[in-house]
């Protein structure tokens, strides 16, 4: 079964953070619905965005220009030194994304990435207090209107 260009891109960035050196290790996640037990962090999670995916309609040649908004999030188990800590788990992930690694994986399927913001973000509510680093990042690449699993 193919897949779409969205669920490839998903993939190597799940795979070029599984394969990076940072805190969560090989914990890093692609969709994950469930809350993580604290047992599973530090972990990274990655999904699409709420912007999920700008399509510009073809030219006279089919071919579409595609931009895929997705959120890494780098998820630590709360502590007094949360901020400083999720700012350096971003760091190495902003790191692993433009590694030589990074750029091979990912420019077999993208144009062009780039993160576009980085947020902090703590919780204390329920049993699993958290702090985040949230980073929003775009991928470009082309499809033809008819083949959208396939790179233009």
Known sequence: MALHMQQQVLDAVVAVLQAASTDAAARVY???LDNLQKAKLPAILVDEADAGESIEPGTITTVQQRTLAVQIRCVL?????????????????EKAMFSDAARTALSALCSRWAITASRLEQSTEGDRPYAQRV???TFSYSTRRA??????
């Open 135 to 137: 980073q929003d990042w």
């Open 77 to 93: 188990a709360l502590t007094d030194d949360n901020a400083a800590e999720a700012r350096a788990f971003g760091l190495q992930v």
């Open 147 to 152: 083949t959208p699993d396939v790179k233009a």
């Open 30 to 32: 692609a969709d994950r």
